[in-house]
């Protein structure tokens, strides 16, 4: 059974500051792997998608990194804005389900 | 493409009531999900369909059923409401292919008392 893990559970920092989200699977055998982001009472929306066989993916100030052999994959977030604050999740597609970490809760302080 | 609708947007239910979660996609995805997520929890699946007339249980599929008549719709019934069944509610939907990303919904938030 896959199990995702995200820590931390929650980050606070500066504006401006660069930093990197953390995600971590046991199941290697997936077909992507996308990061989300929810803000509070809302759904959720895709930020960046990650093939199984691609090592990573750059959207604007977002980069995401897949390592399949050491299950882990990394969300980049640079120079940092209060409009960022919201919960990241990874999500990992495979047989035809999504397993979801629990997220990681940031807050940007302006 | 209004994308995934879901309504009701919120709804307090008493213990023992049924209703229906309605979800309803435009974009001729295949494959259409249902999740809760509970507070500080990730999502867990509830029930899929991977096409019309075909549904299948997640991971916590009791108390809950499903259909799919058509395509664009995924309704998920609660028969017999339950406290343990309070929390938001997302369906999402996708085509096929594992480049394609999933959308949500906006949820559906269920209070039962």
């Known amino acids: 059974k896959q199990e995702v893990t995200q820590i931390p559970a929650a980050l606070s920092v500066p504006e401006g500051e660069n930093l990197v989200l953390n995600c971590s699977f046991t199941d290697s055998a997936i077909y992507n792997l996308q990061w989300f982001r929810q803000d509070p009472g809302k759904g959720l929306t895709s930020l960046l998608l990650?093939?199984?066989?691609?090592r990573e993916q750059t959207s604007g100030r977002l980069n995401a990194s897949l390592d399949k052999s050491s299950g882990r994959s990394t969300l980049y977030i640079a120079a940092s804005q209060p409009g960022d604050s919201a919960t990241y999740l990874c999500v990992l597609f495979g047989n035809e389900k999504l397993t979801f970490g629990t997220g990681t809760r940031l807050t940007i302080i302006p | 493409n209004a994308g995934v609708t879901q309504t009701p947007k919120f709804r307090i239910l008493k213990i023992g009531q049924s209703m229906t979660l309605q979800c309803t996609q435009d974009m001729n995805h295949n494959y259409m999900y249902w999740y809760r997520q509970d507070p500080g929890m990730g999502l867990k699946l509830i029930y899929y369909s991977v096409g019309a007339g075909i549904t299948d249980k997640g991971e916590v599929p009791n108390g809950y059923n499903v259909s799919r008549s058509t395509t664009e719709d995924f309704p998920l019934r609660l028969e017999l409401a339950a406290p343990s069944q309070t929390s938001v509610y997302f369906c999402?939907?996708?085509?096929?292919?594992?480049?394609?990303?999933?959308?949500f919904g906006a949820g559906t938030r269920l209070s039962v008392l």
């Open positions: 999402a939907s996708r085509w096929e292919g594992a480049k394609n990303i999933q959308y």
């Open positions: 990650i093939q199984s066989s691609q």
